[in-house]
């Protein structure tokens, strides 16, 4: 399975993480405008199927924590 991501998922995206974060890890307000802006000039941001990534791909997990401030 495959799924492009739209500018709609990452509104939904943003305020999901908002309210499930409680503020840790800062404001989802500046990743959320650069996925936009990816997506506008034209890059694809896709969820795929945990079983169809290859044994060899290379996968890096990104997180933050901490306050806002």
Do not use: C, H, W
């Amino acid at each position: 399975m495959e799924r492009i991501l739209t500018i709609d998922d990452f509104e939904a995206l943003a305020i999901g993480a908002g309210i499930l974060g409680t503020g840790g890890g800062g404001n989802p307000y500046l990743a959320k405008i650069r996925a936009i802006q990816y997506l506008k000039e034209g890059i694809d941001i896709k969820l795929v199927d945990f079983d169809a990534v290859p044994d060899d791909a290379l996968v890096v997990s990104v997180g933050g924590m901490g306050a806002p401030t």
